[in-house]
């Protein structure tokens, strides 16, 4: 049944572009130098066919991932927030502490909730590259998960401090958040939090994601760092 819906589709690409009257004009001018393409080298079509058979396969993979991760992401109360915590216009945040990228993101996402009073932020930790700094019993991801858990009133400055320090976190920038922040305490992880940082990675790979950060906004999955101005109209748009 989906061979016979993807070839209908590709044999479709090949009608003139009257039929095309939903898409933009920029659309429209792409799928017509596509449809240019096809004609010009069939015999590429085979393998176009078996790349839209994996990407349909694909879609529909992480639409049953997004359905069955629902409660883990938007209802568990292991994820750290920021923003409104009431807010009904929702976030999630796949990011990491030692990602270039989040970092320079969560500028951005501190300006969206200084701006927006409803937006409610869910941070969903991973760590890629450090599963244990060396010398300590844990990761930035699993601290700042433990601070939100048992202080956290201590989250936002522990998480903002964390954020701020360039590179990859060690047991000296570890500690010396704790000390400022009063979080020495948290620097032994637990199992409750190595639990959920592990179904944070299970998540992740799940619903097909590659890289940090990514969000999900609406139903609408942004990978990679996304500049304010454009952040802020997806935003607007979505919500």
Same mark, same amino acid.
């Given at each position: 049944?989906?061979?016979?819906?993807?070839?209908?589709?590709?044999?479709?690409?090949?009608?003139?572009?009257?039929?095309?009257?939903?898409?933009? $004009?920029?659309?429209?001018?792409?799928?017509?130098?596509?449809?240019?393409? /096809? $004609?010009?080298?069939?015999?590429?079509?085979?393998?176009?066919?078996?790349? /839209?058979? &994996?990407?349909?396969?694909?879609?529909?993979?992480? *639409?049953?991932?997004?359905?069955? !991760?629902?409660?883990?992401?938007?209802?568990?109360?292991?994820?750290?927030?920021?923003?409104?915590? $009431?807010?009904? !216009?929702?976030?999630?945040?796949?990011?990491?502490?030692?990602?270039?990228?989040?970092? &320079?993101?969560?500028?951005?996402?501190?300006?969206?909730?200084?701006?927006?009073?409803?937006? *409610?932020?869910?941070?969903?930790?991973?760590?890629? $590259?450090?599963?244990?700094?060396?010398?300590?019993?844990?990761?930035?991801?699993?601290?700042?998960?433990?601070?939100?858990?048992?202080?956290?009133?201590?989250?936002?400055?522990?998480?903002?401090?964390?954020?701020? *320090?360039?590179?990859?976190?060690?047991?000296?920038?570890?500690?010396?958040?704790?000390? &400022?922040?009063?979080?020495?305490?948290?620097?032994?992880?637990?199992?409750?939090?190595?639990?959920?940082?592990?179904?944070?990675?299970?998540?992740?790979?799940?619903?097909?994601?590659?890289?940090?950060?990514?969000?999900?906004?609406?139903?609408?999955?942004?990978?990679?760092?996304?500049?304010?101005? &454009?952040?802020?109209?997806?935003?607007?748009?979505?919500?």
């Amino acid at each position: 049944m989906k061979k016979h819906i993807i070839s209908t589709l590709i044999i479709g690409s090949l009608m003139s572009a009257s039929a095309f009257a939903e898409l933009n $004009k920029e659309q429209t001018q792409q799928l017509e130098e596509i449809n240019q393409f /096809l $004609k010009d080298n069939p015999a590429t079509i085979s393998g176009l066919h078996t790349s /839209l058979q &994996r990407y349909v396969a694909g879609q529909e993979q992480a *639409k049953k991932a997004q359905e069955t !991760s629902h409660d883990w992401l938007y209802n568990n109360d292991a994820h750290p927030v920021s923003g409104n915590p $009431k807010g009904k !216009s929702i976030i999630i945040n796949f990011t990491d502490y030692n990602c270039p990228y989040c970092k &320079r993101l969560e500028k951005g996402l501190s300006q969206l909730t200084a701006e927006n009073s409803d937006i *409610k932020i869910i941070n969903v930790f991973l760590s890629f $590259k450090q599963q244990q700094v060396n010398g300590l019993d844990t990761n930035a991801a699993l601290y700042s998960m433990k601070v939100w858990k048992e202080q956290p009133e201590k989250f936002q400055e522990v998480s903002r401090l964390l954020m701020a *320090k360039s590179g990859s976190h060690t047991k000296n920038s570890l500690q010396a958040v704790a000390k &400022r922040t009063g979080t020495e305490d948290q620097l032994n992880t637990t199992a409750e939090q190595n639990q959920t940082l592990m179904t944070n990675h299970q998540t992740f790979s799940a619903l097909g994601l590659t890289g940090t950060p990514t969000l999900m906004i609406d139903g609408q999955v942004l990978p990679g760092y996304v500049p304010y101005d &454009r952040l802020k109209d997806i935003v607007d748009d979505a919500f």
